[in-house]
């Protein structure tokens, strides 16, 4: 039945391309707006993945693709098709879910089995193919062990043979390394990402680890209270922020609030609220060029270089104390307060011969390497 | 729709439950008739009682005989104070009793086949005829119960017999004897109930065969007990009381039950008719007896002596509507009572009847057995 | 427990208020299954091996003549009556009591739920006899049921003191703590299993045969359990709504006790047999649960 609704859906979606597709759908709860015009869209094979802070509306908006919710407006297609009317268990999405739920009554054979045998598969090819997606997760050794008798990374194992084995359009995954241990963690990522680039599935990941999207996704959408604030790659989402929100809640970053005094086509001139004037090379990332108005100016830590004398005819160059020094394994990040009292976080790949909170020290960055945000 | 009005007025009313029969009902649910009938309710005090007290007299009792205005009148007699406790059946009594309340009551009401029981048991004290009074005013009948010959250890208060009511409206022949049943049994199928005691249903089946409701003979018994697998079918249930709201509804045709019962739903459907069976049917008596633990026999004698006066007596018998063996009482009566065939038929009928004596084990084990064949077939 | 460390006296020290404690916190529940429970089972057990017992008789353990007596073709058939009633109350109320349950449980809104159970359970507040005569009256033939359905024309039906009558009675007697115990075990159900089924593919009735069912199965034990036992103990809705042959385990014993007859040895054995039996099926439960256990 599932096949026969693929092969109708193909003409279609040749030239959408997208396996999940979100249109303005909004959810409310009790009259509390959790998903609030949310317009997504989702290559074919692609890892994508759904940022943000946790209440931001990011697990609602799995669960509406995945069946679970119902929009309050609004439409969600897969493969071009809408699934308004269709109950989640008629859905081409599988969902790895927090903390698992494998069926606690099952064996992790009977877990990974569940859903083919639902399908009434005959037998000899549900023990083939269960045989294979535990072998694709490493836990072919676990067929008769019970969910409870299994650590957390083997659960999320099955977790995932089990929503494989159906051999979805999607693969919807909703914080599958929350429960797990920092090593652990690692280690499942890279898995995930080895799994996804062997099965060419589309992944939806649901995650507030920026690290985790980063190092994972194709492409990621960053949302704050029910929106979406951004779409767009790791690099793209991480060097090119289109608002202070992103750029704060991806990296470490440093805000200044202010306004433009004045811009041409390639420069800025800005004032700081603290009366710093600053130089911003333009981008266009930012839709409509800025002109006039407030911004914000974000500048990276690493972007920004420290020397002990004035340097000659540097841009963006203020003086400062040394008020903080953490040492970080890789790098050092040292906290310098401005005489106009703003304080800035800096990177530093190795230890400066650091100076005395009395020495004055001079930063300062080229003006493409920070970036004005409309407020 | 007022059906259960109907139901809680009728079925809660206290049940002349003196007898064998499962005794399913409880305090709660007899004191709630009680007030319903607008008899005085009895307390029923649990906690230990201060024993001996020389002014206060214990009594255990049918919640049907407790009677305010007789408690009042004893005291401005006596000045002894009277706490009744009630209960629903005598293996009840029998087992509070046995339960370490021996030392609590100076007078309990068993029934008279009970009384031999006790006896054995050696529970009772022989009474003291010569502070009796007014023993010599009982019945002969009732003064040679198979169960107490001679009174030696119980005063009968109250007595009844056991027969059939039915509706005449529903029957163009009314019964006259235990006959009647198997006779029309085609047309009472499922209309008729027989009351949930082997020794009464057995007893009358054995009378309508014109053998003794005590009969010892297992070949009666098993006469019996075939004759009445033959009127199964007509039999609905055997119960001992719940046919009441049946019966006055119009369910039931014919009812088997106890006088007193049969008094209480005359009176509240006057097409409801009580036959004794002319062949004969089965007497009971309730009877007061002092306990050889009596905290207080003084007080005990006081109060058996009060209620064997005439006059006392026959204000019970008005009242609460129990024949009373105290032939001087009787004589007191009005006539509308003293012509009331239900509580007082006629001399013939009682001389052919029984009271249901005492049955060696091995012969009550014969008729159990076959009840419960009849019960389980 | 003991050490050869010389820190021995330390560790006694400990030690012994510890299975003092561990004594003083058994003794009360271990006193009250001692004298309610394992004395009174052990009398039971003594009288049924006496002939012919009565009431103040010394007991003389001689014989298993009452236990044989339950094999009379009679006997044998009140046993296998009351077990048919207990039996099918239990599957009537699993019926009726799974959907109830189901639905206070996992439908309903939140804050209606306690007020809905409490709405359940009120009958239970009544007397079980006053319970059972009400069914006399809507029952009976011109009761109100059968008022019910001449006024919708429709043909009228003679229950009482039938089996039906029966099975309606216990049902109803029983059904509120079969729902109570379902309740619970439904309640505690992780509402992410349901979604887990139907992401699989799972339809609603597939997933609730696949994932509720096995997952409240030992709450359906459990209630089961409960309702069968104290099917197999009632005697008053067979014995006011079952008509002439309605004949139970639970009453013959209890004529043996409190009837005519008195024989309290034989009524002893009965207990003993149905004691077996009732332990036989705990014994069952805690075996099947214990699997079932191991997977939580």
Partial sequence: MSQTATQNQQATDTHVGFDVELRKVFKVFNGDTVVRGVDLSIRRGEFFSILGPSGCGKTTTLRLIAGFETPSAGDVLIRGQSMLNVPPYRRPANTVFQNYALFSHLTVWENVAFGLRIKKCRKSETQERVKEALKLVKMDGFANRFPAQLSGGQQQRVALARALINRPTVVLLDEPLGAL???????????????????GVTFVLVTHDQEEALSLSDRIAVMVEGKVEQIGTPSQIYDRPQTPFVADFIGDTNLFRGKIEGAHPTMLWIITDRGLKMKVQPT????????????????????VNVSFSPPDDAINCFEGRLKHVMYLGTHVHYVVQLRSGDQLTVRQPNALNVPDSDTPIYLHWGADDCLALPE | MNHMADFLTRSLHASRSRR????????????????????????????????GAADELHIYTWSNYVDQDLIDAFRSQTGIKVISDVFDSNEMMLATFQAGKAGTYSIIYPSDYKVSQMVQLGYLSELDHSRLDGLRNILPRFQQSVHDPGNRFSVPVSWGTTGLIYNSEKLTEPPTDWDYLWKHKDKLTRRLTLMDDFREVMGAT?????????????????????KLQELKPAITTFTTDAWRDQLLAGDLTIAMGYSADAVNVMNQNPKLKYVIPASGTSLWSDTMVIPKTAPNPEAAYAWMDFMLEPDVAARVTERLFFATPNEAAFNQLPDNLKNNVTLFPPHNLLDRSETLAPLDKPILELYEKYWTKLTSS | MSTKAPSAPAQVQTSSPQWLQALLLLAPAGIWLALLLVIPTLLIFQLSLVPDIKPGDIVNPSGLDNYLRIFQPDVLKVIGRSLLFAIGTTLLCLLMGFPVAYWIALLSPKRWRNLLLLAFVLPLWTSSLLRSYAWISILRPTGVLNTLLTSLHLPTLDLLNRSPAVLIGMTYSLLPYMVLILYASLEKLDRRFLEAAADLGATPPQAFWKVTVPQTLPGI?????????????DFINPELLGGTSSMTAARLIYNQFLGATQNWGFGSALSMVLILAVSLAIALLIKYGDKNASSL
Avoid at chain 2, 206 to 226: C, F, H, V
């Fill in chain 3, 221 to 233: 034990a459990a209630g089961s359990l409960l309702v069968f036992i104290t099917g197999l103990g």
């Fill in chain 2, 20 to 51: 064998r029969f499962l005794q399913t009902s409880i305090a709660g649910l007899s004191s709630m008739a009680l007030s319903s009938c607008g008899w005085t309710l009895a307390k029923v005090q649990t906690d230990q009682v201060r024993r």
């Fill in chain 1, 181 to 199: 241990d920092l090593k652990l963690r690692k280690e499942m990522q890279v898995e995930l990402s080895n799994l996804h680039q062997e099965l």
């Fill in chain 2, 206 to 226: 054995l009378r309508s065969l014109g053998y003794s409701y005590n009969a010892t003979d297992p070949q009666q018994i098993k006469q019996a007990y075939e």
């Fill in chain 1, 284 to 303: 266009d990332a930012s839709g409509l060029p800025l002109t006039s108005g407030a911004v914000v100016v974000s500048v990276r830590p690493e972007k």
